[in-house]
């Protein structure tokens, strides 16, 4: 691999007075910081609220940061040694440590706890992982002294990657598709893992329903989750208040939702970027807020309940009783079980995030997906070429806005009951999340970034209060490491030569 | 063959002969306060070269902006004589220029799409006609034949132009990678893919060495006696103008100082004085206007 040696590498003298300096300076950052977040912990006691101290705490948050710092100085100073020998050290420490009442018995591990620096055992683990990339990073420095990426070298790299899973993904895909279509009949897969797919996958049918409009339009959209919720209110008004069955109103719900797009693209069609942005966020919030407000319509904050369930394509209900209907288990001769209803949801919503993927895929190779990635590329010459930038922009706005319209109708019929909270900006941004962390344009990376962004935090519960800390750690990394996406690559919709002949043998 | 009869409908013979392709009338723009065109006249003829001179900020690349859309003239009337009929191209918008009346341009600082391939830039080129083949969407997705074979069509033109511009290797590469001078062939044969009557290019030749330079002059020769179109070219290099082009126009400050042959405007004293801003040499050698001319120049575009 040619990694080009940057030569300009010039190991200077430490300057110890400057380096406690640049220390103390984070620590006293970290101070004023941590101070009123860290240092005053109000408790609700019996009778009002009291206030605890943690001014240890603070302390050794002070002591972490200030060390913590000086370890990025001396990688940054290309010394990494005394990193890479204090680091591990200090991390198989607070292993043990952390892991000591399964080791030692719980009465010795209480006992070896009391060194640890915190109480919360997420924080503990936390800075463990932090010593953990500090180890990993000064082992890299280490080998890799004389070497050091350029920008470019490493986006040129982190693009071969994706070309990399893109190409594996031709197997990967199938082997994927096969074991969700499994899933369900796995030994190990319990409701609450079915339950977790179909969470997952509707956001990976979002997130691929968002790739279109962020991804190949290049319209940044922070409101998605508005035509989201034109989706699931129009899917439930119309059950709930017209009695149409699922199947019906499922198309209907995307058109509107499609609408929606429509509409709200119209007096965006002029802005881009960080305009843009703003105003799609603005307008996702005053969806938002009509759904809460709109008391005779939408029910206000109270929500819509009572949203039925979706049957067996008309043919039978999943009940136990289906009273004059058929039941499913009849159908088929089961024995009664709630689960088949949830195993019939996994496969619907596996259904309807393959067709937008299948779509997607489709519709990047036909005239209107090649108009949207140029328009993404250069507005000005796509209108010399007489593209409509306008006709084109709404395009994408509806279509995208479709996709959302139909996942939102199957949350609707999933939960049985929606409410204006389930549409916050959060979920925009969680779907933002998962398109920018996937990489743009990129199918598998989204359904790798909604497992790694839904299912984890899904599965480690206790987690759950760190998850947007963790999202947006995450967001700042890969804006600051590669703001294209994790695996964001661009194949060719179409090619002159074949994909592994290389131009210039023919002639 | 006869101009048809219009109201733009050419009143002199086009200088460089040829049948009237485009007339323009009195064209205005003006900016605020300033006037970047101000009542300027000519005639472009069918299969010929116009090449439109002057010197920075003259307003040339103003011409074009009001030519294809970009700018709505203050003054004027741009007829083009379209073999399907007369265009009023003050009255387009946008990107209608270039789908109704098939006008298409190049820009100062190329514009391509640089994250796709080349040959994906020429596809897009197609986009109208491929988008009714593909039944606005809905006969592409299942597949149909006729936007298949549509496709196919396109591919063959694709290929045609990137054979023509020498670039059929880099047919696969992303357009953002392509050395510079391939930039601009490429932006010229995007421009060619959509078939237009009038084709703009604005200093397709800056930045080239000698050699891309001659190879320009014969791709713009190939253009105009193969495909009989009209080229509008604005051009710093004298050398490139005054060999290939079979008609000038010399804008300074907006205004027209000279219209003609190349022999015509090279020897008129009115270029000379605009280009040498002196009135002693009247009967400089071209080598001089062509090395006044390529003096210094800033990349200032729409
Ligand atoms: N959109 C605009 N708004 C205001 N002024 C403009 C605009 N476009 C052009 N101008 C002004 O009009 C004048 C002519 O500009 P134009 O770009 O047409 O010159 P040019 O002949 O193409 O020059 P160059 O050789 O440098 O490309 C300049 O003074 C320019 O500043
Ligand atoms: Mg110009």
Redesign the pocket.
């Known amino acids: 691999m040619a990694v080009a040696v940057a030569e300009d590498i010039v190991v200077r003298p430490l300057n110890m007075a400057a380096l406690v300096r640049e220390a103390s300076i984070t620590a006293l950052v970290v101070f004023a910081l941590a101070i009123s977040l860290v240092g005053f912990q109000v408790l609700d006691v019996p009778g009002g609220l009291a206030i605890r101290t943690r001014f240890v705490d603070v302390g050794m948050v002070m002591v972490l940061a200030f060390f913590g710092r000086v370890a990025l100085i001396l990688l940054r100073e290309h010394r990494p040694r005394p990193v890479l020998i204090v680091t591990p050290v200090l991390a198989a420490i607070m292993l043990v440590l952390l892991l000591s009442e399964t080791f030692f018995g719980v009465e010795t591990g209480s006992v070896l706890k009391q060194f640890l620096p915190f109480q919360d055992p997420v924080v503990l683990w936390g800075v463990l992982l932090v010593t953990i990339v500090l180890a990993v990073r000064s082992a890299y420095a280490h080998t890799h002294m004389n070497s050091s990426m350029t920008l470019e070298e490493r986006e040129v790299r982190m693009d071969q990657i994706g070309a990399g899973v893109q190409r594996a993904a031709r197997l990967l895909g199938p082997v994927l598709l096969l074991f969700a279509i499994t899933l369900p009949f796995m030994p190990f897969a319990d409701r609450r893992l079915l339950d977790i797919g179909i969470l997952v996958l509707t956001y990976v049918m979002l997130g691929w329903g968002l790739n279109i409009v962020v991804g190949l339009a290049g319209l940044l959209d922070l409101g998605y989750v508005a035509f989201y919720a034109v989706g699931a209110y129009s899917f439930a008004l119309l059950a709930t208040q017209m009695d149409v069955s699922f199947w019906v109103a499922l198309p209907f719900a995307g058109l509107m939702a499609g609408l929606a797009g429509v509409i709200l693209g119209f007096p965006v069609l002029r802005l881009r970027g960080d305009y843009l942005a703003i105003v799609t966020l603005g307008f996702g919030e005053m969806v938002r807020v009509i759904l809460l407000n709109w008391y005779s319509f939408t029910n206000g904050p109270d929500g819509i309940s009572g949203i039925p369930r979706p049957s067996f394509f008309g043919f039978a209900e999943f009940r136990r009783n289906a009273g004059d209907t058929t039941a499913f288990h009849d159908m088929f001769g089961l024995e009664f079980a709630s689960v088949h209803r949830i195993i019939f949801m996994f496969y619907l919503i596996l259904g309807m995030a393959l067709i937008v993927n299948v779509f997607t895929m489709r519709i990047r190779k036909l005239p209107i997906g090649r108009a949207w990635e140029a328009l993404r590329e250069d507005e000005t010459a796509c209108r010399s070429l007489g593209i409509n930038p306008r006709n084109t922009k709404l395009t994408a706005f509806g279509i995208g806005a479709m996709f959302a319209g139909f996942a939102g109708s199957f949350f609707a019929t999933r939960q049985g009951f929606i409410s204006p909270e389930s549409f916050t900006f959060i979920e925009s941004a969680v779907i933002l999340a998962i398109v920018v962390l996937g990489g743009f344009g990129s199918q598998v990376g989204v359904v790798i970034a909604a497992v790694l962004l839904i299912g984890l935090p899904e599965f480690f519960r206790d987690l759950q209060q760190y998850r947007m800390l963790a999202f947006g750690l995450a967001m700042v990394l890969i804006m600051l490491w590669r703001p294209a996406g994790l695996l964001a690559h661009r194949e060719p919709t179409l090619r002159l030569f074949g994909r592994n002949k290389k131009p210039g043998t023919s002639s | 063959m006869s101009a048809a009869e219009s109201y733009g409908a050419p009143a002199a013979e086009v200088p460089g002969g040829g049948r009237a392709l485009l007339t323009v009338e009195h064209l205005t723009m003006r900016?605020?306060g300033?006037v970047?065109i101000d009542d300027v006249s000519f005639q472009a003829a069918e299969g010929r070269i116009t090449a439109i001179i002057?010197?920075?900020?003259?307003?040339?690349?103003?011409?074009f902006?009001c030519l294809t859309g970009f700018?709505k003239p203050t003054v004027g009337r741009l007829t083009l004589h379209h073999p399907k009929g007369e265009f009023l191209l003050e009255r387009l918008e946008g990107y209608r220029t270039a789908q109704k009346a098939s006008v298409a341009r190049t820009f100062?600082n190329i514009r391509l799409f640089p994250r796709m391939t080349v040959l994906e830039n020429l596809i897009v080129a197609q986009h109208n006609k491929l988008m009714r083949a593909s039944g606005f969407t809905a006969a592409g997705l299942f597949g149909l034949k006729v936007y298949r074979d549509a496709e196919a069509k396109a591919m063959d033109l694709a290929k045609y132009w990137l054979d023509h511009t020498k670039l059929t290797e880099q047919a696969d590469v992303e357009a953002g990678n392509l050395p510079y001078g391939d930039q601009r062939r490429l932006e010229i044969a995007r421009a060619m893919c959509t078939e237009p009557v009038l084709l703009c290019l604005d200093?397709p030749a800056a930045g080239l060495n000698p050699r891309e330079s001659h190879d320009l002059n014969s791709l713009l020769r190939y253009i105009r006696n193969e495909h009989k179109i009209g080229i509008l070219l604005?051009e710093?290099d004298m050398s490139v103008v005054m060999e290939i082009s079979d008609h000038i126009i010399v804008?300074d400050y907006?205004r027209k100082i000279s219209d003609g042959t190349p022999e015509a405007v090279r020897n008129d004293p009115a270029v000379i004085r605009a280009y040498l801003g002196q009135e002693e040499h009247e009967e400089l050698p071209p080598e001089i206007i062509a090395g006044a001319g390529t003096a210094d120049?800033?990349?200032?575009?729409?």
Not at chain 2, 54 to 63: E, I, L, R, S
Not at chain 2, 297 to 302: L, N, T
């Open positions: 900016f605020g300033l970047a002057g010197p920075n900020g003259a307003g040339k690349t103003t011409v902006n700018y100062q200093e604005i710093h804008l907006g120049r800033s990349p200032d575009d729409a």
